[in-house]
């Protein structure tokens, strides 16, 4: 059974910083990107970041953000621990939000639709 499993999150002040980790079991995930996306009460599931395997013909991994964290947040991966991370600075008020960690193989889009694989999510919040 694939499980993808969050951590880190919790209650942090505007101008803070946490550091967001997903484990990820049940498979082999070579080859799978993984990303971080987030939901606001209200709102839709929104895309944070994602950073794929490799690069296409195996070079550089391919990275992205959404425009409303680019410069504060930063992901990385450990593909020996099947573990994706989120470090997110500067925070803000509107960063609060469940967090959630996906997973798919090849190159997924910002696309909600194009991961195959949720965590349960973990709760950021920012006090102003």
């Known amino acids: 059974q694939v499980q993808l499993e969050e951590s880190g999150g919790g209650l942090v002040q505007a101008g803070g910083s946490l550091r967001l980790s997903c484990t990820a079991s049940?498979?082999?995930?070579?080859?799978?990107?993984m990303g971080w996306f987030r939901q606001a009460p209200g709102t839709e599931r929104e895309f944070v970041a994602s950073?794929?395997?490799?690069?296409?013909?195996?070079?550089?991994?391919?990275?992205y953000y959404g425009d409303s964290v680019k410069g504060r947040f930063t992901i990385s991966r450990d593909n020996a621990k099947n573990t994706v991370f989120l470090q997110m600075n500067s925070l803000k008020p509107e960063d609060t939000a469940v967090y959630y960690c996906?997973?798919?193989?090849?190159?997924?889009?910002?696309?909600?639709?194009?991961?195959?694989?949720w965590g349960q999510g973990t709760q950021v919040t920012v006090s102003s």
């Open positions: 996906a997973a798919a193989p090849g190159f997924p889009t910002q696309a909600i639709w194009s991961w195959q694989y």
């Open positions: 049940g498979r082999t995930f070579n080859g799978f990107g």
């Open positions: 950073l794929s395997w490799s690069g296409a013909g195996g070079g550089t991994p391919l990275i």
